[in-house]
């Protein structure tokens, strides 16, 4: 079965708690910040942050409101970035989460370019800088584990308001369509239900997820569709180039040589 | 023949494009051994850049000449334009040794550059690209062994000889394959890349435009030879040469129109923006300009044939740096310009290039290859 996370932003109060366990759990460096003109901070994800949560105001029934929302790779059920991958560096397991393993990868940033929420960083100030994404705390044998071991994934362990619930996709959809219709406080939208094919994040809120310039208009299919329309003529052009190609190189030399011999003969006979 | 000195002439020319060329290769080592960050202005928004979008993307294209002449010479065997196949052969060769220099200086874990050769990431476009551009640049590597060892090596000529037809083909085959392919990487960046630009067609206009780039390429080299090596090819084979090109392009132009329709994005053309000139002025610079020259009595001039040359190239050039930059960057933002060694690694690569060129053909049996020319 495949696990997922709700996140249901009317109950988040911005208080960076999963963003700090995230970097404990996962040993990522500290870095001082140096905020803009909100609250959060790194304004983005990082090369040495795999979740932030980012705080802004909005206005909601003419009053200026706060609302908040942790942003992290949302593994998509089908993977752009996997799809990109052309080392099979990055890999939707059976389990949920979408890995990345630095050992196969090459830094050709494809899976960056190709992932429709930016997800993907790089750490670049390193001389083999490694893409930077959640693993959903998903390593097998390795120290971050959690999934493996059937906890929970660390951001979700820290919230004290039960904003992350952990569980499984399918149920979690049903509950995020529960609680949208039983309060009309909700946007009627499941933000990862149908993006980019399905993520396993998803997301309710009571403001546009534009506030958070969550996009909006990534496709329903998975990205990938659009390479695969492409690349599944690529035998056919390979073979059935390859057959015509050939049949050319004869049939054309044949019919010079033809014209040669012709004109041979021509000559002979004039 | 008697035994040939190895020569080369230096001039000061050259001696800009050797400084050139050893500048690259000081900041391609300094930045193997410190990183990208340490020579590029490369970001987490901008993940690709110069050397992507001109050594990588452009860089192929051009170098497509190699494959269409390979095509019309080898595989339909118009034995007219045989005078242009190696000279073709050799610019192309040229021209993929350097996209695979720039792409190794470009991967940011370069020591596991071998890594999809054994772990096969088929479903990425990338995928695709990576193993034509490999196993052309050896197709490639060995056709034109042919050509050296009628110098060095001699012993191994006679074997390759004998499967160069296999090579032909392989090597008229391989490039169809990326070339599609690099405009195929940009099918991800749907919702992105400006309407303009993407289309599921991509990949099919990226083949068709480093088709009918080559002759043009061709066409801006044999003129160049031609001045420094006092070499000439016929105007009228290059005229009919560019011919083909000319029936491309005019397919070329009226697919993109009728999909810009089919898309419904049409309107964009004129909107004003800057997005919509740059797509008109590659169009015009780069398709209609072209046609215009090749179908008039124009094309039967010398400045009319490398006008025709000049502006498709430079309209190719446009059309990657555009889907490079230009329609990314509403998306991405415009936090990115390269950084001066980003250029000088791009310019060095082309001196080096150009150094190449000029010592095969001052060494080896490239533009005589017409044997009518041949003044042993
Ligand atoms: S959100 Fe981006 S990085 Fe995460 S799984 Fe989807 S495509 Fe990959
Ligand atoms: S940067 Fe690494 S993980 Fe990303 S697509 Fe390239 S090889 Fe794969």
């Not at chain 1, 890999?91 to 979408?98: N, Y």
């Not at chain 2, 016929?234 to 810009?260: C, E, H, N, P, T």
């Not at chain 2, 430079?314 to 998306?331: C, D, E, I, P, Q």
Request: net charge positive; glycine share 8%.
């Amino acid at each position: 079965m495949s696990k997922a996370v709700l996140v249901d932003l009317t109950k988040c109060i911005g208080c960076k708690s999963c963003q700090t366990s995230c970097k404990q759990w996962n040993d990522l460096p500290a870095i001082k910040p140096q905020f803009d003109n909100t609250l959060s901070y790194p304004a983005e994800t990082d090369g040495y942050t795999y979740t932030t949560v980012l705080h802004r105001t909005t206005e909601k029934n003419g009053q200026e409101t706060l609302r908040f929302a942790k942003r992290q790779c949302l593994h998509c059920l089908e993977p752009a970035c996997a799809s990109a991958c052309f080392a099979k560096a990055i890999q939707k397991t059976p389990e949920g989460p979408v890995v990345y393993n630095p050992d196969l990868c090459v830094g050709c940033r494809y899976c960056m370019l190709a992932c429709p929420f930016s997800i993907p960083k790089y750490d670049w100030e390193s001389v083999f800088p490694q893409i930077v994404k959640c693993q959903f705390c998903f390593d097998r044998e390795g120290t971050h584990d959690r999934i493996g071991h059937g906890m929970e994934p660390a951001c979700v362990n820290a919230c004290p308001t039960g904003c992350l619930k952990f569980g499984e996709r399918d149920e979690l959809l049903k509950e995020a369509w529960k609680r949208i219709n039983k309060y009309s406080k909700y946007i009627k939208h499941v933000y990862g239900e149908k993006e980019a094919g399905g993520t396993s994040w998803l997301y309710i809120a009571d403001v546009p997820f534009e506030t958070f310039d969550f996009r909006t208009n990534v496709p329903n299919i998975p990205l990938s569709t659009y390479s695969h329309d492409y690349l599944k003529w690529s035998p056919a052009v390979f073979i059935g180039g390859g057959a015509l190609l050939s049949a050319l190189h004869f049939y054309t030399k044949r019919r010079n040589e033809i014209a040669k011999e012709k004109d041979k003969n021509h000559d002979i006979n004039a | 023949m008697a035994a040939q000195k190895w020569s080369f002439k230096i001039t000061p020319l050259r001696i800009i494009l050797m400084l050139l060329a050893a500048l690259a290769a000081v900041i391609a080592v300094y930045r193997l051994a410190t990183g990208l960050s340490t020579v590029s202005n490369l970001n987490d928004n901008w993940p690709w850049g110069l050397w992507i979008g001109l050594d990588v993307l452009t860089g192929v294209a051009l170098a497509g000449g190699g494959y269409s002449a390979s095509l019309i010479i080898h595989i339909l065997h118009v034995e007219k334009f045989k005078p242009l196949s190696r000279s073709a052969a050799l610019t192309s060769l040229i021209g993929y040794l350097l996209v695979v220099a720039a792409l190794f200086l470009e991967i940011g874990r370069w020591y596991n550059f071998w890594v999809p050769f054994v772990s096969w990431g088929y479903h990425s476009t990338l995928f695709e690209v990576f193993m034509c551009i490999s196993l052309y640049t050896l197709v490639q590597i060995m056709e034109f062994s042919e050509i050296l060892t009628e110098r060095v090596l001699t012993f191994l000529h006679k074997p390759i000889v004998k499967i160069m037809p296999v090579l032909l083909i392989l090597g008229t085959l391989l490039p169809f394959g990326h070339q599609a392919s690099l405009g195929g990487l940009y099918l991800l960046q749907v919702g992105r890349l400006h309407p303009l630009w993407w289309t599921p067609l991509l990949p099919w206009l990226f083949l068709m435009s480093s088709f009918f780039v080559g002759p043009a390429m061709i066409t801006i080299e044999s003129s160049l030879s031609g001045r420094a090596f006092n070499h000439h090819i016929d105007k009228q084979i290059l005229r009919s040469f560019i011919r083909i090109s000319g029936y491309v392009m005019i397919a070329y132009l009226a697919i993109k129109i009728i999909d810009l329709i089919r898309l419904g994005v049409f309107g964009y053309i004129f909107e004003g923006s800057l997005e919509s000139n740059m797509f008109l002025l590659e169009m015009i610079i780069g398709v209609i300009i072209p046609i215009i020259i090749c179908f008039s009595p124009l094309s039967a001039t010398k400045k009319g044939l490398i006008t025709f040359g000049v502006f498709t190239t430079a309209g190719v050039v446009l059309n990657r740096m555009n889907v490079v930059f230009t329609g990314m960057y509403k998306a991405l933002g415009s936090g990115y310009f390269p950084a001066w060694t980003e250029w000088a690694v791009s310019a060095g690569l082309i001196a080096g290039g150009i150094l190449l060129y000029l010592f095969i053909v001052e060494n080896f049996n490239i533009l005589e290859y017409d044997k009518k020319y041949q003044t042993a």
